[in-house]
């Protein structure tokens, strides 16, 4: 998976995911939404199959990079559970 800054504020990240689609994005954004700290969350794309989607991030405290990485560590941490459940 790469990933293109296209945008960093203090408070909000937008980044392009290339070559990623729901299966990737929907989770992450749930994970997204529960963090207490994230103030808003989305993805958007222009058309559906030929543009990469846009992952917007704004929080109220912290870093809007550490809200992602503490989502997807906690994705990980979920699939790795079920791993070793089956």
Known sequence: MNINLLQKEKDLMEIEVIGENDTLLAP???ELLADDKVDFAT???SHLQLDNPVLV???VE???QMALKRA???LAN???EMKEKI
Request: glycine share 6%; aromatic share 12%.
């Open 78 to 80: 979920e699939f790795k």
């Open 43 to 45: 993805y958007r794309r």
């Open 72 to 74: 997807a560590k906690a």
């Open 62 to 64: 912290g870093k809007p």
């Open 28 to 30: 992450l954004l749930t």
């Open 57 to 59: 991030v704004r929080v």
